[in-house]
C-alpha cells in the first residue's frame, strides 16, 4: 500500500494556478486533506483517499496496488480554471481521472465539483 496523500498536498499546493485562484489560509492556498479549518473559506480545495488496494499477486506477495482519491473543488464562482489547474496536477504525478460533475449545493450557494482519480504503481524494494 503506497499513501500519496502527501504527494497529492505537495502537488496542489505547488500549482502556481492554484496559488493564484484558492483562498489563502495562513498564508498557504486553500488545499486540505479531508476537510477544511474554516467552513467559510471560498475557493478552496480539499479531498480524500477512496480506496486503496493491492494488485497483481505473485509469490504470495502483492506487486501492484491502485490507490484512488476525490479531489472536491468549492467555489462561489466559476470553477472552470481550478478544475483544469487540479487535473493537470494530477495528471502530472501519474493518476487519471475517472470522474467529473459539477454540482451546487443550495444551502451554501456553493458550486462544489467533485473529481476522481485513480494510479496504479508498483511496489518495488
Same mark, same amino acid.
Do not use: C
Given at each position: !500500500?503506497?499513501? +500519496? %496523500?502527501?504527494?497529492?498536498?505537495?502537488?496542489?499546493?505547488?500549482? *502556481?494556478?492554484?496559488?493564484? =485562484?484558492?483562498? *489563502?489560509?495562513?498564508?498557504? $492556498?486553500?488545499?486540505? /486533506?479531508?476537510?477544511? $479549518?474554516? %467552513?467559510?473559506?471560498? $475557493? /478552496?480545495?480539499?479531498?480524500?483517499?477512496?480506496?486503496?488496494?493491492?494488485?497483481?499477486?505473485?509469490?504470495?506477495?502483492?506487486?501492484? %496496488?491502485?490507490?484512488?482519491?476525490?479531489?472536491?473543488?468549492?467555489?462561489?464562482?466559476?470553477?472552470?480554471?481550478?478544475?483544469?489547474?487540479?487535473?493537470?496536477? !494530477?495528471?502530472?504525478?501519474?493518476?487519471? /481521472?475517472?470522474?467529473?460533475?459539477? !454540482?451546487?449545493?443550495?444551502?451554501?450557494?456553493?458550486? +462544489?465539483?467533485?473529481? /476522481?482519480?485513480?494510479? =496504479? =504503481?508498483?511496489?518495488? %524494494?
Amino acid at each position: !500500500m503506497i499513501d +500519496h %496523500g502527501d504527494l497529492i498536498l505537495d502537488t496542489l499546493k505547488g500549482n *502556481q494556478v492554484l496559488i493564484d =485562484e484558492l483562498g *489563502q489560509y495562513y498564508g498557504s $492556498p486553500a488545499v486540505f /486533506r479531508l476537510f477544511s $479549518p474554516e %467552513g467559510n473559506l471560498y $475557493p /478552496r480545495v480539499t479531498f480524500f483517499e477512496l480506496n486503496n488496494f493491492d494488485t497483481q499477486f505473485g509469490d504470495n506477495k502483492a506487486n501492484a %496496488g491502485i490507490g484512488k482519491f476525490q479531489i472536491d473543488i468549492w467555489t462561489k464562482g466559476n470553477p472552470k480554471i481550478i478544475k483544469q489547474a487540479v487535473n493537470e496536477s !494530477m495528471e502530472s504525478i501519474g493518476f487519471f /481521472r475517472t470522474f467529473v460533475t459539477e !454540482m451546487y449545493e443550495e444551502e451554501t450557494k456553493t458550486i +462544489h465539483v467533485p473529481m /476522481r482519480y485513480k494510479k =496504479e =504503481e508498483g511496489y518495488y %524494494g
